[in-house]
């Protein structure tokens, strides 16, 4: 099966007409583009809901820049193509090696690493790094009792991510025998610490958490010294995109998108109140 589905999507990636390479400037002077968007298909970020529509924050969020096209810069054809993915780190190497109109959304956390290979968006929401266990295990208090507290137990993280890279940054500094594991969703990590007493234990970020718990009541934790909060969600772009240019004027006009009531709607239909407050932007 999935060597059926990356056959479905080179062939439509083959498929794409070389309007998708169109550049910002040359759209603007067109009057028209189509934007090729890469999604991972992650809840809440993009999904297709029970009525069978793709919809998200992600995805609700590029609707309104297709929007401003047409409204603020006087486009008359907008077209946007969805390319599903269900690997973090696919979404993330197709757009650093495409060209033209094409956009990932992967909830990807803007780092200086990531922009010496691509571009991003303003950002579009604050992320919080969790580090996730089974309710069973005790609470950890300092760093330095990591190798006491989660003892014969394998560390779970989604590989490529900047999560990966901040519990390297703990089993260098506070536990070098670590054990690791990688999946390529972010839903795997939660779903492994969940199923497992005190085999697992992860890290992931604040909305796949909350989505877990969100779909499936489970014993699980946060241990609140590791939580890290300083972070950007952003969409990402080729490096040689002026595609930038656009997303820039959109998110930044004005007071912002993120000041909108659009974008404050987006956000109270896909997030409970449990989390709103703590990802979005002003």
Not at 158 to 183: A, C, F, S, W
């Amino acid at each position: 099966m999935k060597k059926i589905y990356l056959l479905l999507c080179l062939s439509l990636l083959l498929s794409l007409p070389t309007l998708a390479q169109t550049s910002w400037n040359q759209a603007q002077a067109d009057k028209k583009c189509e934007l090729i968007v890469h999604y991972l298909d992650n809840f809440p970020f993009a999904y297709t809901n029970t009525d069978g529509e793709l919809t998200g924050i992600e995805v609700d969020i590029i609707a309104q820049f297709s929007q401003w096209l047409k409204k603020v810069k006087g486009f008359n054809d907008v077209k946007v193509v969805y390319l599903p993915y269900s690997d973090f780190a696919k979404v993330y190497e197709t757009i650093r090696d495409g060209k033209g109109a094409h956009i990932g959304l992967a909830s990807v956390t803007v780092t200086k690493e990531r922009q010496q290979e691509v571009s991003f968006s303003s950002p579009y929401l604050k992320n919080i790094s969790l580090l996730i266990s089974n309710t069973e295990i005790p609470s950890l208090r300092q760093y330095e009792d990591i190798p006491k507290t989660f003892a014969e137990m394998t560390a779970v993280v989604n590989r490529g991510t900047l999560l990966e890279r901040q519990l390297m940054d703990i089993k260098k500094k506070h536990y070098p025998n670590m054990r690791v594991t990688y999946v390529d969703h972010p839903a795997e990590v939660v779903k492994m610490v969940a199923e497992s007493k005190s085999k697992y234990f992860g890290y992931v970020d604040l909305l796949t958490y909350w989505a877990f718990l969100k779909q499936q009541p489970a014993n699980l934790k946060i241990h609140r010294v590791a939580t890290i909060d300083a972070q950007r969600f952003a969409f990402v772009l080729p490096k040689d995109s002026d595609w930038q240019a656009a997303f820039a004027e959109f998110f930044e006009s004005g007071f912002g998108f993120t000041a909108t009531e659009a974008y404050a709607d987006i956000l109270k239909k896909h997030l409970g109140y449990e989390v709103v407050k703590s990802v979005e932007l002003y």
